[in-house]
């Protein structure tokens, strides 16, 4: 599967969620993930989309360290089923589906 398709189906996931899931760009930030996830109830997660099975470049790893030493969630997706991980623990952890 393409990392655009998953990236395509987390966005209409989190949406679904009554969230929204931009794409960022961060011009001389190389290696920030690909999407800040804002959920309702003031919350927010960043998600670095991966084809299947890809690791994370060295840059990505020092952003997802930055972010999680300032008390932000970090996900790296990469299938369906990690959609579904991704959706079933930001949803556990107060979202309210509409």
Avoid: C
């Avoid at 996830?37 to 084809?51: D, H, Q, S, T, Y």
């Avoid at 020092?62 to 991980?85: F, M, P, Q």
Wanted: proline share 8%.
């Amino acid at each position: 599967m393409r990392e655009s398709t998953l990236e395509r189906r987390l966005v209409r996931e989190v949406e679904r969620i009554g969230g929204r899931a931009p794409k960022w760009v961060s011009p001389g930030n190389r290696g920030v993930p690909d999407r800040i996830v804002i959920l309702p109830g003031g919350r927010v997660a960043f998600v670095e989309m991966k084809a299947p099975g890809k690791p994370l470049a060295p840059l990505q790893v020092r952003w997802a360290k930055i972010l999680s030493g300032l008390g932000h969630r970090v996900y790296r997706i990469d299938s369906d089923e990690s959609i579904d991980r991704f959706i079933a623990e930001v949803t556990r952890n107060g979202v309210q589906i509409p």
